[in-house]
């Protein structure tokens, strides 16, 4: 690799250790990855006993629990179903096992268009941050669980 002034820059031990350090530190895929288990996770969102369509639901693992994993995600359908997928490198569906904050935002109310008022939130503010979520759960080794909200109780 060309250098500063066309001299031929070599990467020895020491830059390489630098580099995969830096990329383990980021969480950049680096060589063979440890997979991940991970259970199906479904549920239905409410408001008031009424299903919430369009709504965003991140289950995202203890940030203290070794070993550290990745978020997962899913979008409520018309009848406030949900299913989640796994954010990880591996992919796939469900979540990790353990404890989750589990944090909402209203797709419908945020994704307002044209020159009329976008409608109200439908989900609570205190949902929104994994630093105000009042929702903790516990995924379990269970092959599928069932985790149903209704955000009226969470204002």
Not at 63 to 68: D, W
Not at 70 to 77: E, L, R
Request: aromatic fraction near 6%; include cysteine.
């Amino acid at each position: 690799m060309r250098g500063r002034y066309g001299k031929t820059r070599r990467f020895g031990t020491r830059s390489l250790r630098v580099a995969l350090t830096i990329a383990a530190a980021v969480g950049a895929p680096v060589g063979c990855q440890n997979r991940v288990d991970t259970v199906e996770v479904r549920g239905v969102i409410t408001r008031d006993d009424q299903p919430l369509d369009s709504v965003m639901v991140y289950f995202i693992p203890d940030p203290t629990a070794e070993p550290r994993a990745a978020t997962s995600w899913g979008v409520t359908d018309i009848d406030g179903e949900y299913r989640l997928e796994f954010q990880g490198p591996e992919g796939g569906h469900g979540a990790v096992s353990g404890f989750h904050l589990v944090t909402m935002e209203d797709l419908a109310a945020e994704n307002g268009r044209g020159t009329q008022r976008p409608p109200l939130p439908r989900v609570p503010k205190s949902l929104k941050s994994p630093a105000t979520t009042t929702i903790r759960v516990r995924v379990t080794d269970d092959p599928q669980q069932t985790f149903d909200f209704d955000v009226g109780r969470h204002e």
